[in-house]
């Protein structure tokens, strides 16, 4: 049976066709509405997320340094304008969001032409950020940023394990290196697997009946079948 990495150039061309999703263009000169619409869409549906980011831009909010120092309820009020009432723990999050990336806007915007450096200390704070958490933080710096990460979340953990290429005892940091490795911690081929991945397990590897016959990643299944997860 195959590794990970073996897998990998199979996986990649499985899922090309099917997800239909595209890489981060990792905007380089002006990432900020970028971060803002990315976390939008991690608290809501797209539409939404959509709405929310271009209600921002109408009301002046897609700055970092006003949107970071604006009341909160000031912002609600200029969002209600257009029609939209998110959650007050929304716009905070925002808010954390931008006071971050201004404590970082020097370097996040430098060097339009060059490859970001995120360190990793950039993720541990982002993670820490309240709202955000581990996964999220690497997908704001994979998906927003161009970082050599993997944000693992459940159903890449349920497509890995069926597959074989992880057991029970792998945590995080351990599956999330095996994806960067699998894929030569190239940015756009990890954004583009974490979006066809995650697509794919949350239509086909589901928890508790996963649709093998369907999925794209059948032809790379272990012999005898998906291993079943030890909660199933």
Known sequence: MPT????????ARALAAPTGRRAASFP????FPALIGFAASRTGDSKTALR?????DD?????STFLATADPAEVVDLLREARLDPPIKTIRLLQR????YEGHRESLEGGADEPLEFPSAW?????????IGRATADAIALHVFGAATYPVDRPVYRILFRHGWI???ADYDDVSQRLIDAADANPSALSALSNALTDVGKRFCKPA????????????LPPDGPLALHDE
């Open 59 to 63: 009301a002046g909010l897609s700055d």
């Open 28 to 31: 380089r000169s002006d990432p």
């Open 4 to 11: 990970l990495t073996e897998a990998y150039p199979t996986i």
């Open 167 to 169: 057991d029970a005892t």
């Open 52 to 56: 929310l980011q271009s209600a921002l």
């Open 209 to 220: 009946s996963p649709a093998c016959e369907k999925c794209p990643l059948r032809t790379v």
């Open 97 to 100: 969001l931008a006071s971050w």
């Open 123 to 131: 993720r541990d704070e982002l993670a820490a950020i309240n709202g």
